[in-house]
């Protein structure tokens, strides 16, 4: 199961972490891993061509990581815009993706 944790401060999106396999099917042919990945890739591409210094990104073998540094509004929709296809993603597949929030407030 992909697991995405999604840290919030203030209400606002500071840490998006993403781990796991979906299991769907094998690896290479995962249409589940293949959509997060997606999703995840379009979004920090377009968020680094609008400014390269509001996120930090990193990807690992069976890791994704965006680090908030800097929320503006166009960073904080764009943020907003990929959790709600996640989340949309999880209502087709709820038994291979599960999506946390963390408050710390």
Known sequence: MIQIKIDYQQEKIKKIT??????????????VCAAVSSIVITT???????NEKTIDYKQEEDLMQIIIVKNDEITD?????????LFELQDQYPKNLEIRRCYDD
Do not use: P, S
């Not at 993403?18 to 249409?31: P, Q």
């Not at 920090?44 to 609008?50: A, D, E, K, W, Y």
């Open 44 to 50: 920090v591409n377009g968020l680094l061509r609008i």
């Open 18 to 31: 993403i781990t796991g396999h979906a299991e769907y099917e094998k690896k290479g042919k995962d249409i």
């Open 77 to 85: 929709k764009l943020l907003v815009n990929l959790i709600e296809l």
